[in-house]
């Protein structure tokens, strides 16, 4: 358990998607993977204020268009399935119809209103649901079941870990809880990235609120992450309140808004890095921190454009402190920059002074390029925003991945 002083959160990392009471997960296996689990369900004992946001590309999966249905109805959700192995993406309309069937044979098993279901894929792109396996797994959901391990396992594609956390704080003096689980490791790239990401809390929350603050977060969060430039047809970042703890609802007029609105985007951040690490083949973290930019647009622009770099990935993969590399992302991210001001950082050392190399030591540079956490300052000199973005190194690795994804 971590406790940051400044807005009072406990971080447990050890929490899950249903440490938020009220809020119930599982998954099994059905047959769409080999030997590992592929169908899981989050579940709430009560209808509550949904909000998501999804991928920007143009190529959105049918699973997207059921939940965005769902949610559009009444901004409101008690149960999300979702399968691995197979994203039901670019499969017409019978995709579509696929997605729908999921959705209502779901919201039978649980006695539930259609609306009230989402619905997720993650995985192969081009075929169609074996929907005699999905038929099977919904009728192995148990909904007051709980086994949130299960239901991270079951999300994750190529990821080699699961990703959860929880965190919480107090509001009118109640301890809200708000947990998260995310899955996440290649075609992941600003905006948004081949990841399902989901979000409950027992906190009472307006709907419109939760939306707002979803965005907000979504824009800070997850859209500042990359693994290897592409973005995904199946990206969702979900969240539910359930209002299990019976406090006011929140909203931007509730008097401890900024409170929750910390420590929801704390959930995201930290799951967000746990997808950038967990990148295909990586072997590093790495962190880009752009600091004193004309505008916080601007900041985010020139952080994405260095983390998404792959010669600064493979660079730092290779313990090599060629800055170069850095200074020339900076270049191209169409950013007006001055050259003649801008400082570079590698964790502590400066490799960059006012646009012209800066003394250092090589052997130091490599050192600590060989660590498993990186971080890149990068000072533009032209104002007081800043951005962060994050990402991992490119290895060899990754190329045999998803060189093999579909055999």
Same mark, same amino acid.
């Given at each position: 358990?971590?406790?940051?002083?400044?807005?009072?959160?406990?971080?447990?990392?050890?929490?899950? *998607?249903?440490?938020?009471? +009220?809020?119930y997960?599982? &998954?099994?296996?059905? +047959?769409?993977?080999?030997?590992?689990?592929?169908?899981?369900?989050?579940?709430?004992?009560?209808?509550?204020?949904?909000?998501?946001? @999804?991928?920007? $590309?143009?190529?959105?999966?049918?699973?997207?268009?059921?939940?965005?249905?769902?949610?559009?109805k009444?901004?409101?959700?008690?149960?999300?399935?979702?399968?691995?192995?197979?994203?039901?993406?670019? /499969?017409? @309309?019978?995709?579509?119809? $696929?997605?729908?069937?999921?959705?209502?044979?779901?919201?039978?098993?649980?006695?539930?209103?259609?609306?009230?279901? %989402?619905?997720?894929?993650?995985?192969? *792109?081009?075929?169609?649901?074996? !929907? =005699?396996?999905?038929?099977?797994?919904?009728?192995?959901?148990? =909904? !007051?079941?709980?086994?949130? =391990?299960?239901?991270?396992?079951? *999300?994750?594609?190529?990821?080699?870990?699961?990703?959860?956390?929880?965190?919480?704080?107090?509001i009118?003096?109640?301890?809200i /809880?708000?947990?998260?689980?995310?899955? +996440?490791?290649? !075609?992941?790239?600003?905006?948004? #990235?081949?990841?399902?990401?989901?979000?409950?809390?027992?906190?009472?929350?307006?709907?419109?609120?939760?939306?707002?603050?979803l965005?907000?977060?979504?824009?800070?969060?997850?859209?500042?992450?990359?693994?290897?430039?592409?973005?995904?047809? $199946?990206?969702?970042?979900?969240?539910?309140?359930?209002?299990?703890?019976g406090?006011?609802?929140?909203?931007?007029?509730?008097?401890?808004?900024?409170?929750?609105?910390?420590?929801?985007?704390?959930?995201?951040?930290?799951? #967000?890095?746990?997808?950038?690490?967990?990148?295909? +083949?990586?072997?590093?973290?790495?962190?880009?921190?752009? !600091?004193?930019?004309?505008?916080?647009?601007?900041?985010?622009k020139?952080?994405?454009?260095?983390?998404?770099?792959?010669?600064?990935?493979t660079?730092?993969?290779?313990?090599?402190?060629?800055?170069?590399?850095?200074?020339?992302?900076? &270049?191209?991210?169409e950013?007006?920059?001055?050259?003649?001001?801008?400082?570079?950082y590698?964790?502590?050392?400066?490799?960059?002074?006012?646009?012209?190399?800066?003394?250092?030591?090589?052997?130091?540079?490599? #050192? @600590?390029?060989? &660590?498993?956490?990186?971080?890149v300052?990068i000072?533009?000199?032209?104002?007081?925003?800043?951005?962060?973005?994050w %990402?991992?190194?490119l290895?060899?690795? @990754?190329?045999?991945?998803?060189?093999?994804?579909?055999?």
């Amino acid at each position: 358990m971590i406790t940051t002083k400044k807005s009072e959160i406990k971080i447990l990392e050890q929490g899950h *998607i249903t440490t938020a009471e +009220g809020f119930y997960a599982g &998954g099994i296996h059905c +047959g769409l993977r080999r030997k590992k689990l592929d169908f899981g369900w989050l579940y709430s004992e009560t209808p509550a204020a949904a909000a998501a946001v @999804y991928t920007q $590309n143009s190529f959105q999966a049918a699973p997207l268009k059921v939940t965005q249905d769902s949610i559009g109805k009444n901004q409101t959700l008690q149960a999300v399935v979702v399968n691995s192995a197979n994203a039901n993406a670019c /499969t017409g @309309y019978i995709g579509l119809e $696929n997605a729908y069937h999921t959705r209502k044979k779901t919201a039978e098993k649980l006695g539930i209103a259609e609306e009230l279901v %989402g619905v997720a894929s993650t995985g192969l *792109i081009g075929v169609q649901l074996p !929907m =005699e396996k999905i038929n099977h797994a919904i009728e192995q959901i148990v =909904e !007051m079941e709980n086994d949130p =391990e299960k239901f991270e396992e079951a *999300i994750l594609t190529t990821d080699t870990v699961t990703k959860h956390v929880a965190v919480q704080l107090e509001i009118e003096g109640k301890t809200i /809880t708000i947990g998260g689980a995310a899955k +996440g490791s290649g !075609m992941i790239h600003p905006n948004m #990235a081949t990841m399902l990401a989901y979000v409950t809390t027992d906190a009472a929350v307006e709907p419109d609120a939760l939306q707002q603050l979803l965005s907000q977060t979504t824009d800070k969060t997850y859209n500042m992450i990359t693994v290897d430039g592409d973005s995904s047809t $199946n990206d969702t970042v979900l969240a539910m309140a359930n209002g299990k703890k019976g406090n006011t609802p929140l909203s931007e007029h509730h008097p401890e808004w900024e409170k929750f609105k910390n420590a929801f985007a704390a959930v995201s951040k930290i799951l #967000a890095k746990k997808i950038a690490k967990d990148g295909e +083949g990586a072997t590093k973290l790495i962190e880009v921190q752009v !600091m004193n930019a004309s505008s916080t647009e601007n900041a985010g622009k020139v952080a994405k454009a260095v983390i998404s770099s792959n010669l600064v990935k493979t660079a730092i993969y290779g313990a090599d402190p060629n800055w170069g590399r850095v200074i020339c992302a900076v &270049g191209y991210s169409e950013v007006p920059v001055d050259p003649d001001k801008v400082d570079v950082y590698l964790g502590h050392i400066q490799v960059v002074a006012d646009g012209l190399p800066s003394e250092f030591s090589e052997d130091e540079g490599t #050192a @600590y390029l060989e &660590g498993s956490q990186i971080i890149v300052k990068i000072d533009l000199k032209q104002g007081s925003a800043e951005a962060t973005a994050w %990402g991992c190194d490119l290895t060899y690795d @990754y190329v045999k991945i998803n060189a093999s994804y579909r055999t």
